[in-house]
T-cell receptor
C-alpha cells in the first residue's frame, strides 16, 4: 500500500494556466508538507499543515495556494503558471512533531513542466 | 538561520568499497535532529539514517553509519560495501527540536557506483 501518493506524476502545461497537484497519505499522520525541488536538485520546503492548519508558509508567490480538506489530504493549487515554476514537487507527511523524534515520508513527486 | 552544507556535489566509489559523504551545518540550537535521505533515479525520497543531537553514539543502519561531531557541527555518512543500488543523490538534512520547525536540506551529493 502506498503511504504517500501524489497525482499526477507528470504534468505538462502552458504558461498562464492554473493547475492542481493532489496529495494523500494513509499513515494517519497529522502533518503534511509541500517541497519544491529545482533543476539543480535543491529541495526546499514551501508549506506545512498540521491537522488542516497552516503551520509553515515559506516565501512563495501567492499564486501557490495549499488546500487541506482533511488531515489526510494536502493539495497544491498553482495559478498563472510561469516558466520558473517548472520543478519537481514533493508532498510529505509526518507524525505530530511536538518534541517527537519523527521522520518525513515522501511521495513519489510530481514533475511539472511549464512551456 | 540554520544552514546545511554538502561540499561534494558528486562522488564516485568502486563497488564493494567504502565511501564517506560530508555534511556540515550551522545552528545556535542545542537540541535538533539530523538525517540523511537518499533519492535514487526513481525520484523517491528515502530516509537512510537519522541522529538525535543529544545522543553521543553514532547511528548505524546496516551498511550505513554516521560520524556525528556535535562540536564541529559535522554529520558525515559512511557507506560500507557499496552496491550498485546505492547510486543516488544523497541529502543531508537538519531539523530543530522546536515544534513545527521545518527540515532544512543540503544541496545534495550525487553518488556514482563504479562496477
Amino acid at each position: 500500500d502506498t503511504a504517500v501518493s501524489q497525482t499526477p506524476k507528470y504534468l505538462v502545461t502552458q504558461m498562464g494556466n492554473d493547475k492542481s497537484i493532489k496529495c494523500e497519505q494513509n499513515l494517519g499522520h497529522d502533518t503534511m508538507y509541500w517541497y519544491k525541488q529545482d533543476s539543480k536538485k535543491f529541495l526546499k520546503i514551501m508549506f506545512s499543515y498540521n491537522n488542516k492548519e497552516l503551520i509553515i508558509n515559506e516565501t512563495v508567490p501567492n499564486r501557490f495556494s495549499p488546500k487541506s480538506p482533511d488531515k489526510a489530504h494536502l493539495n497544491l493549487h498553482i495559478n498563472s503558471l510561469e516558466l520558473g515554476d517548472s520543478a519537481v514537487y514533493f508532498c510529505a507527511s509526518s507524525q505530530d512533531p511536538t518534541g517527537a523524534f519523527y521522520e518525513q515520508y515522501f511521495g513519489p513527486g510530481t514533475r511539472l513542466t511549464v512551456t | 538561520a540554520q544552514t546545511v552544507t554538502q561540499s561534494q556535489p558528486e562522488m564516485s566509489v568502486q563497488e564493494a568499497e567504502t565511501v564517506t559523504l560530508s555534511c556540515t551545518y550551522d545552528t545556535s540550537e542545542s537540541d535538533y535532529y539530523l538525517f540523511w535521505y537518499k533519492q535514487p533515479p526513481s525520484r523517491q525520497m528515502i530516509l537512510v539514517i537519522r541522529q538525535e543531537a543529544y545522543k553521543q553514539q553514532n547511528a548505524t543502519e546496516n551498511r550505513f553509519s554516521v560520524n556525528f561531531q556535535k562540536a564541529a557541527k559535522s554529520f558525515s555518512l559512511k557507506i560500507s560495501d557499496s552496491q550498485l543500488g546505492d547510486a543516488a543523490m544523497y541529502f543531508c538534512a537538519y531539523r530543530s527540536a522546536a515544534r513545527d520547525d521545518k527540515i532544512i536540506f543540503g544541496k545534495g551529493t550525487r553518488l556514482h557506483i563504479l562496477p
